[in-house]
């Protein structure tokens, strides 16, 4: 299967990402091969054959509501942020 | 003597007689890197006063007659992806040129409360991603018995550091052969453990349902001696079950009488070199002659794994890399942006290199309305069957043998452009992840240029102990592991 640069496009916009004109036509290129190769996966029969989602058989593990030692406080994590900080808060770009 | 090559088990019994300090064996790993590291590429951050200050800890309980453990006094590398409190985490990103970490990895902590000395952070692929290092935006690890080789990735400055002498022992992880590919180039030690036996906490997630915390070491032994210091839940890894951690030493002599190895032909099939082959059944004749039982099968599924691989992964790594928007950490763009949108975007587009923005791109494809179904689920469902096949040939055979990848390790820049045929170095050690089993990456060899060959034991979930036991058994009949590259 092809995918067209307006895929690829929609893609980017949706993942968050600008791509430059060479970006656009060499991912085309490259993404059509993979998903050309995944292809395989539709010769194998998997009707009634649940998917994977945890190898181990783990499910639903839970915890009490507690809260438990803090290993960093707000303010060393708030300093790992790139952007200005008000009041304890990371100032953003408009967001309308 | 060179300090440097001794085993994790020498060098902690050398410092118990008093042979030498634990300064000593860290300086001499600094001046290994000193000596090496311009060629081999492998160090992001080298925190040599962190690294003499703790071995001098550790020589202080020494000479006052202090106990101490196995790992206690030994240098190590870590993969550039585990958080260190205080010293910067880079995932070889420019995502995180300037990431310091306010906390640490649930690994690394264990390993520190173990009394274990940091001499720095190793090189990767970007977030983890690829099979050569050549993705890292610190360039390539090279390989160290030839450098115009890679050292295999993406835990690629991990593995060649070991096997240069630099480090006693790193850790990697393993999402689809990251520990054992690049062992297997670079002639060490490589253990992929049960997808869930190690904590992942505070280690930047690839692919959730795949991602595993490995050593990397210079013999089985201690490959068993770091595992059993970061092996077991955490209560902040809810992947991590409340499955009993056996001693991982206790069997280490017991041999290879009686067991039956299973070696499936389709690891042995079109695409895989001669000179592999041959290695991998040196290999076997040697655990025959050492009274295991070889038995012939097929696992037909084998052909699957990297298709299910690049469908899950870059779905499960798209979702992960999503929060990498810019606000709480990450890459501050310069210029001027009109909106929120607009910095993420830039964020993203600067920070990311191109593997990661393709495969965020797959990813993105993969699980989008209308193709998740096609693509993404069904690649698990395959995967379920991937694991069916496994379950059924581990009703015969104890363990699995088979050769770690294709080819030995290949020329820097020979794969780089086309990312399918990088994709497919993996194709021996993906489906053994796609069933989270655990398995051992051993050294068996050398080609006719020198390049080291390797070959992986798999075993069912949970019996690390019984896969070490039989990587131990090859290493103690063979001389291998006592080869080191010069320089």
Redesign the interface.
Same mark, same amino acid.
């Given at each position: 299967m092809k995918?067209s640069k307006e895929q690829?496009e929609k893609?980017?916009q949706?993942?968050?990402?600008?791509?430059t004109e060479e970006?656009k036509a060499r991912?085309s290129t490259?993404?059509t091969?993979?998903?050309d190769?995944?292809e395989?996966?539709?010769e194998?029969d998997?009707k009634g054959?649940?998917?994977?989602?945890?190898?181990?058989g783990?499910v639903n593990?839970t915890?009490p509501d507690e809260i438990?030692k803090t290993?960093?406080?707000p303010d060393?994590?708030l300093?790992?942020?790139?952007?200005p900080k008000t009041e304890h808060q990371?100032r953003?770009?408009?967001?309308? | 003597m060179d300090l440097h090559w001794l085993s994790i088990a020498e060098a902690h019994k050398g410092l118990l007689k008093k042979d030498f300090s634990s300064e000593e064996l860290t300086r001499a790993c600094l001046k290994q890197i000193a000596a090496t590291d311009e060629k081999l590429n492998n160090f992001v951050t080298v925190t040599e006063d962190l690294a003499l200050e703790q071995a001098r800890t550790v020589d202080k309980k020494i000479v006052q007659g202090e106990g101490v453990g196995v790992l206690e006094g030994v240098p190590a590398a870590m993969k550039d992806i585990f958080n260190t409190k205080g010293i910067p985490t880079t995932c070889a990103s420019k995502m995180l040129e300037?990431?310091?970490?306010?906390?640490?990895s649930t690994a690394t902590q264990k390993l520190k409360d173990e009394g274990y000395v940091l001499l720095g952070k190793v090189n990767l692929d970007e977030f983890a991603c690829g099979a050569s290092t050549e993705n890292s935006v610190y360039g390539a690890s090279l390989n160290p018995w030839d450098p115009a080789y890679v050292a295999g990735g993406s835990s690629g400055g991990s593995a060649s550091s070991v096997a240069a002498g630099q480090a006693f022992y790193s850790l990697g992880t393993d999402t689809g052969g990251s520990i054992r590919l690049p062992s297997s180039f670079s002639g060490v030690v490589g253990m992929k453990v049960?997808?869930?036996r190690v904590s992942r906490f505070g280690v930047t997630a690839m692919a959730s349902?795949w991602d595993t915390i490995g050593p990397i070491t210079r013999t089985v032994e201690d490959a068993a001696l770091v595992l059993q210091a970061i092996a077991g839940q955490d209560?902040y890894d809810?992947?991590t079950?409340d499955v009993p951690v056996p001693s991982y030493t206790e069997n280490l002599s017991k041999g290879v009488k009686g067991l039956k190895i299973g070696v499936p032909a389709e690891y042995f099939a079109e695409g895989v070199t001669a000179e592999v082959k041959d290695a991998v059944n040196a290999a076997l004749k040697e655990y025959e002659k050492l009274g295991a039982e070889i038995v012939p099968m097929s696992l037909p599924l084998t052909?699957?794994g990297?298709?299910?691989y690049?469908?899950t992964m870059p779905g499960e790594l798209?979702t992960n890399l999503a929060r990498f928007?810019?606000?709480?950490?990450?890459?501050?763009p310069e210029g001027t942006?009109?909106?929120?949108?607009?910095? $993420?975007? !830039?964020v993203?587009?600067e920070g990311?290199g191109?593997e990661i923005?393709?495969r965020?791109?797959?990813g993105?494809?993969v699980l989008?309305a209308g193709n998740s179904d096609? $693509?993404y !689920?069904?690649?698990?469902?395959?995967?379920?069957?991937v694991?069916a096949e496994f379950a059924e040939a581990f009703k015969k055979v104890d363990v699995l043998i088979a050769p770690v990848s294709p080819t030995v390790a290949f020329k820097v820049g020979e794969k780089a452009s086309d990312?399918?045929a990088m994709?497919l170095a993996d194709a021996l050690a993906i489906p053994g992840s796609?069933?989270?089993l655990p398995a051992l990456a051993v050294p068996c060899g050398f080609n006719k240029d020198g390049l080291p060959l390797g070959f992986q034991i798999m075993g069912p979930?949970w019996s690390e102990a019984l896969v070490l036991q039989v990587g131990a058994a090859y290493e103690q009949a063979t001389d291998w592991h006592k080869k080191h590259p010069s320089f």
């Open positions: 995918l690829i893609l980017a949706l993942a968050r990402l600008t791509l970006e991912y490259q993404l091969s993979i998903l190769y995944v395989i996966l539709k194998l998997t054959v649940a998917e994977t989602s945890q190898v181990t783990l593990v915890r438990g290993l960093a406080t060393e994590l300093d790992c942020s790139p952007l990371i953003v770009k408009r967001i309308l | 300037d990431f310091v970490p306010p906390y640490e049960t997808y869930g349902s209560p809810s992947t079950p052909k699957y990297v298709a299910i690049y469908v798209s928007d810019g606000l709480r950490f990450g890459h501050k942006m009109e909106d929120l949108n607009d910095y $993420y975007k !830039k993203r587009s990311f191109p923005k393709r965020i791109m797959v993105t494809f989008s096609a $693509y !689920k069904q690649a698990q469902r395959a995967r379920t069957l694991i990312p399918l994709y796609a069933a989270g979930h």
